[in-house]
């Protein structure tokens, strides 16, 4: 069977079709890879405040252990000082 001029133009038009449901499908894609982005960009932020909460409760920390470092000769003094007979 020989390619005749209808079979050209069916050729054509289904062609046509396929590329044109093609093109619509990557315009969904392009929705969806929109979605996906903005959800990152709200996790990325989530974790970045997690982060600085989590370097201020750190810093926190140290400065509290420091304070504790400094208390600690003083406690240790009080406890090996000869004790105190009450008065009265």
Same mark, same amino acid.
């Given at each position: 069977?020989?390619? !005749?001029?209808?079979?050209?133009?069916?050729?054509? !038009?289904?062609? #046509? /079709?396929? #590329?044109?449901? %093609?093109?619509?499908?990557? #315009? !969904?894609?392009?929705?969806?890879?929109?979605?996906?982005?903005?959800?990152?960009?709200?996790?990325?932020?989530? /974790?970045?405040?997690?982060?600085?909460?989590?370097?201020?409760?750190?810093?926190? #920390?140290?400065?509290?252990?420091?304070?504790?470092?400094?208390?600690? %000769?003083?406690?240790?003094?009080?406890?090996?000082? =000869?004790?105190?007979? =009450?008065? %009265?």
């Amino acid at each position: 069977m020989f390619p !005749t001029k209808q079979h050209l133009t069916k050729a054509r !038009t289904l062609m #046509a /079709v396929v #590329a044109a449901l %093609g093109l619509a499908s990557c #315009a !969904t894609y392009d929705d969806d890879f929109a979605r996906v982005n903005s959800r990152l960009d709200q996790l990325d932020m989530k /974790v970045q405040n997690a982060a600085q909460s989590a370097e201020s409760a750190n810093q926190s #920390a140290q400065q509290a252990n420091q304070r504790l470092d400094q208390l600690e %000769g003083r406690v240790q003094q009080l406890e090996t000082a =000869p004790s105190r007979k =009450p008065r %009265g």
